[in-house]
């Protein structure tokens, strides 16, 4: 069973331009979360899908950060325009029901802005 | 507002000795309680514990989980330089996964 993909690995920007990062949860995986670990910190949910539909996204700073999932499979989660906290290691998890059961991260994307 | 708070944020031990971390937390509707490694970029699952299973085994390693008192430890007896590494305690409420800051622990030969 292939993993959770993400990409990039790994990406360094300057400070007021954008990224975007793709995710492409495990198949048949309805329930998608995009977390933001910063160095020495565990992950903070910043959005949580259902299907295509937002479950929650009540820490995500909407006034920079975006994000979709069309048709209930791949996510991209964007950042315009980035600041210097955004730094961080952005991961991806998908996981069968939502809530109580396991969720499998992909590798993450390292996002350094300078 | 749910909340995972972990203990000790980081821990130092020699090589074979046993190392007890903790987790509690305050999730509306619990429904599970689970422990992850992380030892370069993405956390990997260990244990899953529920109101059905609320002590799991596997190996050098255990959990137990105290609904009661709201809290779970994780065990791991005779400890190897390879279980380096951030462990971190996530609970599965109604609706998400909430991280607790993890606990980084380093083990020296």
């Known amino acids: 069973e292939a993993g959770v993909a993400q990409s990039p690995r790994y990406k360094i920007i300057e400070k007021r331009q954008s990224v975007a990062f793709w995710c492409n949860p495990i198949?048949?995986?309805?329930?998608l979360y995009w977390y933001q670990q910063i160095l020495g910190q565990g992950p903070k949910l910043l959005i949580q899908f259902q299907n295509n539909g937002v479950v929650d996204d009540s820490q995500l700073p909407k006034d920079r950060f975006s994000a979709e999932r069309l048709k209930g499979v791949d996510s991209t989660l964007k950042i315009q325009p980035a600041k210097l906290e955004d730094s961080a290691v952005y991961l991806c998890a998908s996981s069968s029901n939502r809530g109580g059961t396991e969720a499998f991260f992909g590798q993450g994307t390292r996002l350094t802005v300078v | 507002e749910d909340k995972v708070v972990q203990s000790p944020l980081s821990l130092v031990v020699h090589e074979g000795d046993t190392v007890t971390l903790n987790c509690s937390y305050e999730v509306t509707n619990f429904r599970s309680l689970l422990w992850y490694k992380q030892e370069k970029k993405a956390p990997t699952f260990l244990f899953m514990l529920?109101?059905?299973?609320i002590e799991k085994k596997s190996g050098r390693l255990s959990s137990i989980l105290d609904k009661k008192e709201l809290f779970s430890i994780l065990n791991i007896t005779a400890t190897q330089t390879g279980d380096s590494a951030i462990y971190l305690c996530?609970?599965?409420?109604?609706?998400?996964?909430?991280f607790g800051q993890g606990t980084r622990l380093t083990i020296n030969p």
């Open positions: 198949s048949g995986h309805a329930t």
């Open positions: 529920t109101s059905s299973g």
């Open positions: 996530a609970v599965g409420g109604a609706q998400k996964l909430v």
